[in-house]
Structure formats: C-alpha cells, structure tokens
C-alpha cells in the first residue's frame, strides 16, 4: 500500500496549487492517533469554494497518485448541507475518503461549536481562510450515545420480530438469497439494540460504527453473535435465525430493564411460527 505520509503529502501539493481550496483538515483514526496500523486509511476534507466542485470528477485523483477505483457519493441531507464525498483507492491499495465541502463547513463550527466528528478529533493540514485556527480544541473521546426513547425502542423491536416472520417462508421454499438478505437485516435491527444495550453499563463504551470492534465493545455477549450468521443453505438459515432471536430477545430484555421501556415478548410466538412454517413446508 500507499506509505500514507507520501500520500497525504501528495494531497496537500494538490490542494495548495488549487485555487479554489482553501483548507485541508484531516480525521479519522490518524487526526486521533488512536487505532492506527498499517491498514488504516485516511479521511481528508478537501474545503473552499472549488472542493464541492471536484464532485464526480476522477481526473483530480490522477494529479495525486494513480488510482485503482473511485465512487463519489452525493450525501444530501434534509437538515443541513450533505457535503459530497469521494471514497478512493490508490493503485497499491490505500484508501483515503474525501468530504469536498465549502468553506461554510468551518464557518458554521466556528459559530456553533464542533460536530461530532471534528469534537472526536482533527488536525489542519493548512488553511487560508484563517477560520480553522479559531475552531474549539477536539477531545478524542467516546462520543456520547443518546438512549433511545419509548418510540424508537417499539419500533426496532416491532421490525426485527416482523423481519424474523418472513425468513422461514423464503427459507422454505428454497430461495436462499432473499432468506439470507432478510438475515442480515435482522442482524442490523439486533446491531442497534446492541448498542444501546452496550450503552446501559455504568461506564462509557465507544460503541463505534457498523459493527466495528464488536468484541471490545460487547464482552462476554460477543461469543453468541457468530451462531447468528448462516451457510447458504436452509437449515442453517433456520438455525441462525433462531440463535439472532435468542440473543435479541435477551438483549432486549436487558436494556428495557436498565432504560425501564417496554419489552415486546415476541420471542416465543415468533419462533412458534417460524418452526410450524419451515417444518410444515422446508424441512426434508
């Protein structure tokens, strides 16, 4: 891979010979120096007038290094500006996540303090404009987890048990991909009430994102997740659905109990209906 100090360098050239780039922040785990090796890549932000307009272009990345594939994403959001982002991969593998975002980005965290992902840790390459220099300090930590309310914790709970329903009917029939798809997305309602089961103990726990360090963050809970994932085969599918239920209804028990928010028992009848569908019309 890309010896990441000659790439960022190389980054910077760039942005300095850019007019319409005023500013070139970095995050991520390297902005932090926390849980960096060897693999990690980098995440710039690429600010000024000119660095949204870089969106869709591929012949930028040339100018810093060959490149082995890009994918620019348009991040549009309705509460606030969704800067456009470009996610590439050099030649030789290093991967390094673009924001291309106007200088209202820094405006904005200047007037009303830094986002999250500024607050957990950024270090300005260079800046123009000045504005950087007056942003708050970053404190590299956990960031705080909002508990969720009564609605929230009802309706993950309503979706996984309706998601549990519908895998045994495809499972039966044999239709592997749609059972195994229905799976995962159990397994990402399950995601989310891990963490907000994780956010129950008495210290705080950096639940991370999309699963990443699990293990750390779960303990003793984490040996039951990998019974949750399944072959391509129907049995299996049936047996992991049954395991991701198991834990689920466990976890979700647990984290109602520390938030007092109602459980849903579910947990019996669900599978009551997932053995009488599979059994009756899969199982050979």
């Not at 969704?82 to 820094?106: H, I, N, Q, S, Y």
């Not at 504005?131 to 309706?155: G, K, N, Q």
């Not at 750390?216 to 040996?223: F, N, P």
Request: glycine share 6%; aromatic share 8%.
């Amino acid at each position: 891979m890309e010896d990441p100090r000659l790439l960022l360098a190389r980054v910077l050239d760039f942005a300095e010979h850019h007019e319409g780039i005023e500013a070139v922040v970095q995050t991520g785990s390297r902005a932090r120096g926390l849980r960096v090796d060897s693999l990690s890549d980098l995440d710039i932000e690429l600010i000024g007038p000119g660095a949204p307009l870089l969106a869709g272009d591929d012949e930028w990345l040339a100018a810093i290094a060959p490149t082995l594939v890009s994918i620019h994403l348009d991040n549009e959001e309705d509460d606030e500006p969704g800067w456009p982002t470009c996610l590439a991969v050099f030649a030789e593998g290093r991967k390094v996540d673009f924001t291309l975002a106007g200088t209202e980005r820094l405006v904005a965290m200047r007037e009303h303090g830094l986002d999250e992902l500024y607050g957990r840790g950024y270090v300005v390459h260079f800046d123009r404009t000045g504005i950087a220099a007056e942003l708050s300090p970053s404190h590299p930590t956990p960031p705080v987890r909002e508990a969720p309310d009564a609605e929230d914790f009802e309706v993950n709970q309503r979706e996984f048990w309706f998601e549990a329903t519908q895998v045994p009917i495809y499972a039966a029939r044999g239709d592997l991909w749609p059972a195994l798809s229905r799976l995962a997305e159990i397994r990402d309602l399950m995601l989310t009430m891990l963490e907000w089961y994780a956010a129950t103990g008495s210290e705080p726990v950096d639940t991370w994102h999309n699963g990443h360090h699990i293990a750390e963050w779960l303990g003793a809970d984490h040996s039951r997740i990998p019974e949750t994932f399944a072959r391509y085969e129907a049995d299996d599918i049936i047996r992991a659905l049954r395991a991701a239920a198991d834990l689920y209804a466990d976890v979700a028990t647990a984290t109602g109990k520390a938030l007092a928010l109602p459980v849903l028992e579910l947990h019996d009848r669900v599978l009551a209906h997932v053995d009488a569908v599979y059994n009756a019309n899969g199982r050979r």
